[in-house]
């Protein structure tokens, strides 16, 4: 039983686009991640959302956590080539990270 | 920046074969970590080592076998895998083991034949 899901599971769009990716889920975390995984690497931590209807700001990458702190979005603003990669959504249930839940990514390329 | 090391790369086996993969942080950091990441699936949490000692096992077959010598260097020992172990294995290191910022290496490719 997959606990976090994501959506789209792949999306392709041009340079200049606007997109949002979503994280699911029916449990409620304590905190939320985002990560981004380029081709060839490990993941990145991005940003951790804490407060139910939180909204983080990342240059022009957003990020908000749902008000029943179940779900999460990410936007990104005039993708660039350079946002290419894997973004992981993991929600947090716990301290440790035996409690860190991954959904199975959204696969993004940014067409120049 | 990434101050987690892992090799090789890749790895190709057979099912009869025995390898190690080598993780080393340059970090100061005493807790690390294996994770598998196999297509379509989430991240699984292998093993979880604080100052050396192993806290977590999430039901790994024995064929995995993890070794912490020290809190800069982990490996993971592998023995008669099967095909469906392919996967790129991940190592992570942080300063604790509470939740907090996780620095991952660039993972090793393994295709097992």
């Known amino acids: 039983t997959q606990l976090l899901e994501q959506s789209p599971q792949f999306l392709s769009i041009q340079e200049g686009e606007n997109l949002t990716v979503y994280c699911n889920s029916s449990?409620?975390?304590?905190?939320l991640q985002w990560y981004r995984q380029e081709p060839g690497e490990g993941p990145v931590l991005l940003v951790t959302?804490?407060?139910?209807?939180e909204v983080k700001k990342l240059k022009r990458l957003t990020f908000q956590f749902g008000d029943a702190r179940k779900d999460s979005s990410l936007h990104i603003t005039a993708a660039q080539p350079g946002d290419t990669g894997l973004y992981l959504c993991?929600?947090?249930?716990?301290?440790?990270?035996?409690?860190?839940?991954f959904g199975p990514g959204t696969s993004l390329s940014v067409i120049p | 920046e990434t101050g987690v090391t892992q090799t090789p790369r890749h790895l190709v086996m057979g099912m009869t074969n025995k390898k190690s993969l080598k993780c080393e942080q340059h970090?100061?950091?005493?807790?690390m970590y294996w994770y598998k990441q196999s297509a379509k699936k989430p991240l699984e949490l292998m093993f979880v080592?604080?100052?050396?000692?192993?806290?977590e096992n999430n039901s790994v077959p024995s064929r995995f076998s993890p070794e912490c010598p020290n809190s800069s260097h982990l490996f993971l020992h592998l023995h008669t895998l099967q095909p469906e172990d392919s996967a790129l294995y991940l190592c992570?290191?942080?300063?604790?083991?509470?939740?907090?910022?996780?620095?991952f290496g660039p993972g090793t490719r393994l295709l097992v034949l």
């Open positions: 080592y604080s100052l050396e000692e192993r806290v």
């Open positions: 992570a290191s942080s300063p604790g083991t509470s939740v907090e910022t996780q620095y």
């Open positions: 959302v804490v407060t139910g209807g």
């Open positions: 970090l100061g950091h005493n807790a």
């Open positions: 449990s409620v975390f304590s905190s």
């Open positions: 993991a929600g947090v249930r716990g301290t440790s990270y035996d409690k860190v839940i």
